[in-house]
């Protein structure tokens, strides 16, 4: 790892390592050698970026954002940079009720949001979590839809608004290709669904066919949102200056504010538009190869989509733990730990979660918990030397990931700043997932590397949460807020005509 990222952090195996060889000579514990802490460092190298390494990163990066924005390179594009249609982020004057309706898994949520212009908050007033039996998730896709409107009236019925028209933001969390802010396209199902019939559709109109074959109740504007861009905008209701926003859980991706003149998808020059990058796609054409480790392949090769997400494996929190697994079982093959066994716990996968990583890496408890980890969850016969060489692969672990996930960051944030020709850029990143926020050193270690790879950007991190439902409600009082701006301007040009005919006549 280079110092030159971060002294504190980069240099972690040799101040390790100085910890471990002056413990104290009256210790009933043998220090570790320095001839087996040699062979560990030996055995992490490949996971420790050099700034020049993480400089190439960033690089690679910047041409697949291009790629991604092109008319006729975008279908290549292993970052799919796809557009949003939320062409604005919040100014502070939006205010009203609105629903979010968030759709990703077996269960689904409906919300009722406030958002209170004088306090400058996004409040959610009352939600409900709907379960979607198993069956449906494999039936017609009009059986599903009608369940979602049953529930939302159920919903609306509870809080007696079944007679108000309020504008509903839509989380949907599949892969879809999105044709306007109220149009979006199912390419295929993932997560256990197989509805028929929705594939190929917008379900955005699917939704409103379900609420109108009830007949009971009607809802207003619809947006469709991503989490990601409603992590911005809920971040961006309380700082006007957030122009990016970034999950980092147990998936990623980020969104940014882009020039319309650079999204050659869409029809327009003129204003901004969010883009949602895909990042979690960046590597899989083979770009990342030289960076990959022999664990990192055979996550990917073991994962229920191998060849697919390759950044996403390396950094976020569903393969952290699994990344950590593996190194410990060669590790331990090697005789560099444990000396030399392994357990049935270790050899399952997916027994090393992600958040032991977090646990172990606290300061003050973090040995006495891995300690705990080890020998209780993991059966594994574990001493003080075996606890300090496991913290120290979690060490290396997550600020790989805390690095990659700064690269690709600054990466965003140059662009928009030589966008936009500034000398220097202030701006500000809503932040949401578990391994920036539960982490103890994850956070400094990210903002460390973007400070170093884009020293001319002042960037802000703000913790923000459930972008997916809150968020969603930001998205569609914006995209309300503008439509309103749209029709007065329409409603002014249409004055001036009649004004220009009048004058006209009495001449």
């Known amino acids: 790892m280079s110092s030159e990222v971060s002294n504190g952090d980069t240099d972690a195996p040799r101040a390790k390592r100085a910890k471990l060889e002056d413990e104290d000579d009256d210790s009933d514990e043998a220090a570790i050698s320095p001839a087996t802490m040699s062979k560990v460092e030996d055995f992490l190298l490949p996971f420790q970026l050099s700034l020049e390494k993480l400089r190439e990163v960033s690089s690679k990066l910047r041409k697949d954002l291009i790629r991604g924005l092109g008319k006729h390179t975008h279908r290549r594009a292993p970052v799919k940079m796809l557009p949003t249609f939320v062409r604005d982020t919040p100014d502070g004057t939006e205010k009203g009720?609105?629903?979010?309706?968030d759709l990703g898994g077996t269960?689904?949520?409906?919300?009722?949001?406030?958002?209170?212009?004088n306090l400058q908050k996004v409040l959610k007033n009352d939600s409900q979590v709907c379960a979607i039996p198993q069956e449906m998730m494999q039936g017609?896709?009009?059986?599903?839809?009608?369940?979602?409107?049953a529930c939302l009236a159920e919903f609306l019925e509870s809080l007696e608004l079944k007679d108000k028209i309020l504008p509903l933001g839509f989380t949907f969390s599949f892969p879809c290709e999105q044709k306007d802010i109220d149009k979006s396209i199912l390419i295929r199902w993932t997560k256990g669904f197989a509805c028929s019939g929705v594939e190929g559709q917008d379900v955005v109109l699917m939704l409103r066919e379900a609420i109108k074959r009830r007949g009971d109740y009607d809802i207003g504007s619809i947006a469709m949102v991503n989490d990601t861009v409603g992590t911005m905008m809920n971040c961006g209701y309380q700082?006007?200056?957030?122009?990016?926003?970034?999950?980092?859980?147990?998936?990623?991706?980020?969104?940014?504010?882009?020039?319309?003149?650079?999204?050659?998808?869409?029809?327009?020059?003129e204003g901004r538009m969010c883009i949602n990058t895909?990042?979690?796609?960046?590597?899989?054409?083979?770009?990342?190869?030289?960076?990959?480790?022999?664990?990192?392949?055979?996550?990917?090769?073991?994962?229920?989509?191998?060849?697919?997400?390759?950044?996403?494996k390396m950094i976020s929190g569903m393969y952290l733990g699994e990344v950590?697994?593996?190194?410990?079982?060669?590790?331990?093959?090697k005789n560099l730990v444990f000396g030399g066994e392994t357990s049935e716990a270790l050899l399952t996968p997916d027994s090393f979660e992600t958040r032991f990583i977090s646990e172990i890496e606290e300061e003050d408890t973090g040995l006495e918990r891995a300690q705990l980890i080890l020998t209780e969850d993991l059966g594994l016969p574990a001493g003080p030397d075996d606890c300090e060489i496991v913290r120290l692969v979690c060490d290396i672990l997550s600020t790989r990931s805390a690095q990659l996930c700064g690269a690709a960051l600054a990466t965003i944030a140059n662009r928009i700043r030589n966008n936009r020709g500034l000398s220097h850029l202030t701006t500000t990143v809503g932040v949401d997932g578990t391994v920036y926020t539960k982490?103890?050193?994850?956070?400094?270690?990210?903002?460390?590397?973007?400070?170093?790879?884009?020293?001319?950007?002042?960037?802000?991190?703000?913790?923000?949460?459930?972008?997916?439902g809150k968020g969603a409600a930001m998205v569609t009082a914006v995209a309300q807020r503008l439509a309103i701006h749209s029709k007065l301007l329409e409603d002014s040009d249409g004055d001036e005509e009649e004004?220009?005919?009048?004058?006209e006549e009495e001449d």
Request: with cysteine; hydrophobic share 35%; net charge negative.
């Open 97 to 101: 009720d609105f629903l979010a309706l």
């Open 107 to 117: 269960n689904f949520r409906v919300l009722h949001v406030c958002v209170e212009e």
């Open 140 to 149: 017609p896709g009009e059986e599903l839809f009608d369940h979602i409107a």
């Open 239 to 269: 700082d006007q200056s957030c122009e990016i926003g970034l999950i980092i859980g147990t998936g990623t991706n980020a969104c940014y504010m882009e020039e319309m003149r650079n999204v050659k998808r869409v029809e327009g020059d």
């Open 278 to 312: 895909e990042w979690g796609g960046f590597g899989d054409d083979g770009s990342l190869r030289d960076i990959q480790t022999e664990f990192d392949v055979e996550v990917d090769r073991t994962s229920i989509n191998p060849g697919v997400h390759t950044f996403e």
């Open 324 to 333: 950590a697994r593996l190194v410990l079982i060669e590790m331990a093959k």
């Open 439 to 468: 982490h103890p050193h994850y956070s400094d270690r990210l903002e460390e590397t973007v400070k170093t790879l884009a020293p001319k950007c002042d960037i802000k991190f703000l913790v923000t949460d459930d972008g997916s």
């Open 499 to 503: 004004d220009e005919e009048d004058e």
